[in-house]
């Protein structure tokens, strides 16, 4: 990889307002970047690559476990010094993307997409990787290893950090370009859905009698109890003109009695995907993701609005639903069934219950949380994401929408959905 100075701000176009949770940085805390830079560089060492600053990192953190503990210094003036770089690494292959200031909880730098949809804290979570390599060094009783592979802060997990970092940010921005759709060709992208041969998984539900996918009147009738669509509509979206309700397909009858099959079944607890009855594909789960960070930023700025998006494989298209809640959500699912997409993600807003915690038909759960709740999480996005014919899942973000409004704690898996494709 060849040397990367500095980037600067793009000036192609006017950026987007910083996201929910991050704020411009001031000319005061630029210049903080730029000493910690300095710093940097006069280690000596090649800084402006991923090799360079990789075994930079492995080598001061390999140096500091070994140093016992009495006698340790510390570490935050080093980790902050590489974390500018390896932002700067990052950026490299994201030069769309920005510094800006992460404000909720301990404040720190990070790295916000041109469209404010997707962001990375490479401080915090340098960090974070060297507190893991700490804890893994003291559980093995303090033995060191002059093989440096073996510490957990190593030049090839930086390489692994860097390349993530840039694509999820890359991917973000190139997203921004939505292409004007195109009325569907009759025909153009059928196929013959065997829908009784798509396996779905036996997902334990919460013990309501509801389908799991948004469908016409389903998720909508669940939805207008929760919350009012505002009526600002954001920047660049679409309002969509109501259409008629028509009946549920075959397909979806189906969906239903799968609900009310497992209606009885107790709520399951997942911590991660790979937990999940069927492990979504890495690009769902990306896709989840991006979807809650769309929908929780908007909420913040414009009021909730329900949503949907659908990648065809080049291209992420956007779609915002201002209409009532019942007929937003059954639009949202018909409007992505209706284009060509190997993978999609509808969400919407959900009131939460005092407790933090709310219910969410033939989907699952949101757990109460008290610390949640004490902190001021009103109500959370929720979002349905899978591949074409292929299940998927659903995840959650708590946030609150009083005078202190911001997201509140970190996404979490509600449980697994049948393919909304």
Avoid at 26 to 47: I, K
Avoid at 304 to 332: I, Y
Wanted: glycine residues 10%; proline residues 10%.
């Amino acid at each position: 990889m060849t040397n990367v100075r500095a980037p600067e701000t793009p000036t192609a176009g006017p950026a987007a307002p910083a996201a929910a949770g991050m704020r411009e940085l001031t000319e005061t805390e630029h210049q903080h970047l730029d000493r910690l830079r300095g710093h940097l560089a006069s280690s000596g060492a090649p800084v402006g690559t991923l090799d360079g600053l990789g075994h930079l990192l492995q080598a001061a953190h390999t140096a500091w476990v070994r140093t016992p503990q009495a006698g340790r210094p510390d570490p935050g003036p080093m980790i902050s010094s590489i974390a500018v770089g390896v932002g700067d690494l990052v950026l490299a292959g994201a030069p769309a993307a920005r510094w800006v200031l992460h404000v909720v909880g301990q404040a720190s730098p990070a790295l916000l997409s041109a469209d404010g949809s997707a962001a990375v804290v490479p401080f915090a979570d340098l960090h974070r990787r060297w507190a893991e390599g700490a804890d893994s060094s003291h559980l093995d009783g303090g033995a060191s290893s002059d093989d440096e592979s073996d510490v957990a802060v190593d030049a090839a997990w930086l390489t692994r950090y860097v390349t993530a970092a840039s694509a999820h940010l890359a991917a973000a921005d190139a997203a921004a370009v939505v292409p004007t759709p195109r009325p569907p060709v009759p025909g153009e992208h059928a196929w013959a859905a065997d829908t009784e041969a798509a396996p779905v998984p036996d997902a334990p539900a919460d013990p309501v009698s509801a389908p799991p996918v948004p469908e016409t009147g389903s998720l909508s009738r669940h939805a207008a109890d929760e919350y009012a669509v505002a009526e600002p509509v954001p920047a660049g979206a679409t309002a969509t003109d109501s259409g008629h309700t028509t009946d549920p397909d075959d397909g979806t009858r189906r969906r239903r009695s799968r609900a009310a099959d497992r209606a009885d079944e107790p709520v399951m607890r997942y911590r991660t995907p790979t937990e999940l009855p069927f492990v979504p594909s890495v690009d769902v789960q990306n896709l989840a993701l991006r979807a809650l960070d769309r929908g929780l930023t908007t909420a913040l700025s414009d009021g909730p609005t329900p949503f949907a998006m659908r990648d065809d494989g080049t291209n992420v298209h956007v779609k915002w639903f201002r209409m009532s809640p019942d007929e937003a959500l059954g639009q949202a699912e018909r409007w992505v069934e209706d284009g060509l997409g190997v993978r999609a993600a509808i969400g919407w807003i959900v009131a939460l219950d005092p407790d933090g915690g709310v219910a969410v038909p033939g989907l699952g759960a949101l757990p109460s949380d008290e610390s949640a709740a004490a902190l001021g999480a009103d109500h959370a996005v929720v979002v349905l994401a899978s591949d074409a014919r292929l299940p998927g899942l659903v995840v959650a973000h708590r946030y609150s929408a009083g005078p202190d409004a911001g997201p509140i704690g970190e996404p979490l898996i509600v449980g697994p959905c049948p393919t909304l494709l």
